[in-house]
């Protein structure tokens, strides 16, 4: 019935416009924008989901009291994706097809950008995907504002290996696509580095593992060969919590073997009483405690708008913030929101990000981002320790992996191509 | 190099330069100073002034790098002076002396990194060698073993002819005989009789001490080390076993709170209630608002909160177990399907209920102090957490078997489940004994939400985790048979832990799966199976 209702009214809109462009009165459909948000809100991802879910309403409202975008309100479309991969790729398609949402903004986890990329291909949309993930990937329709490895796990292995002297590496994370493919481009690129296999251990745990006794004091064991270790992990969401605990319990501490954390954030660590994990260390592109004037205006505004000055702010959702901009950035540039148009307007466009530096959204349809590795607070903020010089480019294909390393991606005329061989100079050739 | 033995040589000179006095006072003058510099120093600059200040080796400097290691260094950038702040008192980071700063105060931490850090305590470690508390000696004793320097020996020397306390002794005896190992200044005998020191002294690091000095050490001295590392391996093997006993028993522990509840439910009353985790989940909400009213209110009781929580939680979630039997259940009682979707369909909305109330972020339960931390017993490493979960659960059991053996209500909840209508007619008042009995089920399941605080997430899923686990045991255990439950879980926590190792987490957890299924095509009735009549209902 809605979908009756929703179609016809386009076609009379459609009609209208074409024939009385100048008398009838626009219907209301045809003043607003759409935005869809495709986020978790109930399940195991709705933790760290649902607050990008009102990141983009709070964005979307921001824009709408600056004066929208191309002269129209936005109007955002909000639907559950329940941590349910294949309904992810379901609503993605309802989404787009019968709330003929222009561009989505969603997705946590590499499962469910997977099950939602085919749908974006086919029907010629866009997605905008804010979070680090394993790379060896790029797509037309996406645009990947989070880190790709080299913007997060080689740079943080670089400052253990330099600033801490670390020879021995735990690498643990939870059984999935982003920890497996990154623990492979960490693994080569630890064994290019010198390192000796029997001096990396890989462990891999279920989703929500709660029960950390083993794991921990096997890597207590581990560090105890006389070489300084450190644990290298990507172990995702609510499994977090239990494994910090019990690293505090058995005394592990941070200025003997460090962990270093690609999904720890300041909300993962606000359910945390954090005095016994300072000093342990995660990398990301963005912390709240960065002091700059646009993170503390973004900081104040966010607060605001959500009513508690005890919300925190994570590098997600400044990947919404930089993904957001750039996608009204090249809406006005294009003057439409046809996908088409956009995809060719979006690259090489810059904004600010909120950290002091400019993001620029890369012909591989990554962004350029600074590093930064910070230390664990006692009150659950982070304290950076190093920080890159330069902006990195995100490089959608490893230079580690021997079978991606001759890969690259360009969305720009002449190439055109997410997996461009430079070697035999012919797209797709390999396996993806 | 140079500079970090002549800052040790300063260290040692330490005694001698407090005997003059006018050495002393000279060096006194640049300390606040010193100090104060610390507010707007990078952390490079940081670095170089607490080698500055260590080189003073003025005990007066060791107040404020415990501070700045501890954190509670402050720089107020209105008044740009660096004092020390614990809770709300304020104190001059040098003379200890209370401080009042104007109301326009505007304090910033003081932020060190890891590798500060170490410098702090190898910096603190000289000067607290000699402190009156043992707790500090023997952190002094571990900073000397972590980070050996041959110019520590007269040093050590001399702490070890002071001490009194036998477990700092035997540490600062590691630490010198670590020391000796090490440096190849020593002579072999001397290395030589340093490693069954270390081997017996040096606990728990011995291993990777040994492991690290057999890379370097000459060829002589690696026989030695080496049968020293075979002892340790072999003692440290049977040990492990023992450890992965211990953790498997903890593990089942765990389990059997979380299952325990719904071996009433489901094993005594034949409700498949899906509901079961929320009611943990719900327990585990309880602690963290019993938790927040007492830190705003009684901050003092705040390491009993879990203790206070216990009743609370046990009376709400049974409350709530009551009103979801009178309400939804007692009216599909002998329809398992629809019992299991309307139960499903309740951890569905209590779930989303407490989502909306509490938002999807993990809430914090901040552990009591004597819950935190581990003790050594023998070799194994327990840590208190744990090991207070295991003794709760056992008293759990015991009270839960005392109540359905030993009290009215028990008869009467053997009695109806035995054979309803019989109870009945006897003059029970069965419906009565549903509600309670289903209430009693959801209690214990809250009071399981309270241990779970100190070990997993308080987030609105904490419930679905333990579900399948919980009747997994069930069912393994034998449904309807408390002891069951008991073996059951205790077997599960022990397999997994005894898998875990060889199989990794994930596969040890399907391994485990397919075992249970193989063991229930084999005994459909689980470990300890009912006989009588009434299994034949």
């Not at chain 1, 979070?131 to 292995?157: C, D, H, K, L, M």
């Not at chain 2, 008044?79 to 304020?90: E, N, P």
């Not at chain 2, 309670?436 to 997993?456: E, H, K, P, R, W």
């Not at chain 2, 990794?504 to 005994?523: E, H, N, P, S, T």
Request: overall charge negative; aromatic content about 8%.
């Amino acid at each position: 019935m809605i979908r009756f209702s929703a179609k016809s009214a386009l076609l009379a809109a459609a009609f209208a416009g074409s024939a009385f462009l100048p008398m009838t009165p626009v219907l209301a459909q045809d003043d607003t924008i759409k935005v869809g948000i495709l986020h978790s809100l109930s399940g195991t991802m709705a933790i760290s989901e649902t607050t990008l879910k009102d990141t983009m309403l709070f964005l979307i409202e921001k824009q709408n009291a600056a004066g929208g975008v191309l002269g129209k309100q936005i109007e955002p479309v909000v639907v559950d994706i329940a941590s349910d991969w294949p309904l992810a790729a379901e609503l993605a398609r309802q989404l787009v097809e019968v709330d003929n949402v222009d561009a989505v903004f969603g997705c946590w986890t590499s499962v469910c950008r997977k099950s939602v990329l085919p749908v974006f291909e086919e029907l010629n949309s866009l997605l905008f995907y804010p979070v680090q993930y394993e790379g060896e990937e790029s797509q037309r329709n996406v645009f990947y504002t989070g880190a790709s490895p080299n913007q997060q796990a080689i740079p943080a292995v670089d400052y253990l290996m330099e600033e801490e002297g670390v020879e021995r590496w735990v690498l643990a994370g939870t059984d999935y696509v982003y920890p497996q493919t990154t623990n492979k481009i960490l693994e080569q690129y630890l064994l290019d580095a010198g390192v000796a296999p029997e001096d990396i251990m890989i462990n891999y745990t279920p989703f929500g593992h709660s029960d950390w006794q083993t794991i921990v004091s096997d890597i207590k064991a581990f560090g105890s060969a006389g070489k300084k270790t450190a644990v290298v992990s990507t172990i995702n969401g609510d499994a977090n919590v239990p494994f910090y605990r019990e690293l505090g319990n058995q005394g592990i501490k941070a200025e003997d073997i460090p962990v270093v954390a690609f999904s720890v954030g300041e909300e993962e660590l606000s359910g945390f009483d954090t005095t016994p994990l300072v000093g342990h260390l995660a990398a990301w592109n963005y912390f709240m405690s960065v002091d700059t004037p646009e993170n503390e205006a973004f900081i104040a505004d966010w607060q605001a708008y959500i009513g508690s000055t005890d919300r925190v702010t994570n590098d997600p959702m400044e990947a919404h913030y930089i993904g957001f901009n750039l996608w009204v950035k090249a809406v006005e540039a294009a003057g439409t929101t046809d996908a088409d148009a956009v995809i060719d307007a979006i690259v090489g466009l810059e904004t600010p990000n909120l950290t002091g530096g400019t993001a620029t959204m890369l012909p591989n349809h990554h962004i350029t981002k600074p590093v930064l590795i910070g230390e664990i607070q006692d009150d659950g903020q982070f304290f950076v320790v190093w920080e890159t010089e330069d902006l990195v480019p995100g490089d959608a294909w490893s230079d580690f992996l021997p079978e991606s390393a001759m890969l690259e991606a360009d969305w720009t005329a002449p190439i055109n191509c997410g997996n461009y061989n430079t070697q035999t100079q012919t797209c797709g050739a390999a396996a993806q | 190099m140079l500079t970090l033995r002549a800052i040790r040589l300063v260290l040692l000179a330490l005694p001698f330069l407090l005997t003059s006095i006018d050495a002393a006072r000279a060096q006194e003058t640049d300390i606040p100073a010193l100090v104060q510099s610390m507010g707007e120093a990078s952390l490079r600059e940081l670095g170089q002034i607490v080698s500055d200040l260590a080189s003073t080796g003025d005990p007066a400097v060791v107040p404020a790098l415990q501070a700045l290691a501890d954190g509670n260094l402050y720089l107020d950038e209105a008044s740009s002076a660096v004092v020390i702040q614990r809770g709300s008192a304020l104190s001059d980071p040098v003379s200890g002396d209370a401080v009042a700063l104007g109301a326009d105060a505007d304090l910033s931490r003081i932020r060190v990194n890891n590798s500060l850090r170490r410098d702090i305590a190898t910096a603190l470690a000289g000067m607290t060698l000699m402190s009156d508390n043992p707790a500090t000696r023997l952190a002094a004793a571990n900073g000397f073993m972590a980070r050996p320097d041959p110019a520590n020996i007269p040093l050590l020397d001399e702490a070890i002819a002071a001490e009194t306390n036998a477990n700092v002794l035997r540490l600062m005896q590691a630490a010198r005989a670590v020391t000796i190992l090490g440096d190849d200044e020593f002579d072999l005998a001397d290395r030589q009789a340093a490693i069954p020191v270390i081997a017996s002294n040096a606990g728990r690091s011995a291993i990777t001490i040994l492991t690290g000095a057999l890379s370097t050490a000459p060829d002589d001295l690696k026989p030695a080390i080496q049968s020293a590392l075979a002892g340790l391996e072999q003692e440290r093997a049977v040990w492990g076993a023992l450890q992965n006993v211990w953790f498997g028993i903890s593990l089942g522990s765990v389990l059997l709170l979380a299952a325990i509840g719904l071996a009433i439910t489901f094993g005594v009353m034949g409700v498949i209630n899906m509901a079961h985790g929320e009611m943990v989940m719900l327990g585990a909400y309880t602690t963290f608002i019993v938790q927040l009213i007492i830190r705003q209110n009684f901050p003092f009781l705040l390491d009993y909160s879990l203790l206070i929580a216990l009743p609370a939680a046990f009376f709400l979630t049974g409350a709530i177990g009551v009103g979801i039997e009178r309400g939804v259940i007692r009216w599909l009682y002998g329809r398992p399907l629809e019992t299991l979707l309307a139960t499903w369909g309740i951890s569905l909305i209590l779930q989303q209920s407490v989502r909306s109330i509490f938002g999807p972020t993990n809430q914090m339960v901040i552990a009591p102090t004597w819950m935190s931390g581990s003790f050594e017993f023998y070799g194994l490493s327990i840590t208190y957490g744990r090991f207070w979960i295991v003794i709760f659960a056992a008293i759990v059991f015991a009270l839960l078997l005392l109540v359905l053996n030993r009290t009215a209500l028990g008869l009467q909840m053997r009695a109806v489940t035995q054979n309803r209508r019989m109870a009945s007619s006897m003059g029970i008042r069965t419906p009565f004994v549903d509600a309670m009995t289903f209430g009693l089920g959801s209690g214990i399941a809250g009071l399981a939400g309270v241990a779970l605080t100190q070990i997993d997430n308080i987030s609105p899923n904490l419930g679905q985790n333990y579900i399948i686990d919980s009747f997994m045991v069930v069912v393994f255990g034998g449904v309807g048979n408390l002891w069951g439950t008991l073996v059951g879980a205790l077997t599960l926590g022990v397999a997994n832990k005894f898998l875990e190792p060889y199989a990794g987490a994930v596969l040890g957890k399907i391994l485990i799966l397919v075992l249970i299924i193989l063991f229930i095509q084999r005994r459909p009735r689980g470990l300890f199976a009912l006989k009588g009549r009434a299994v034949e209902q």
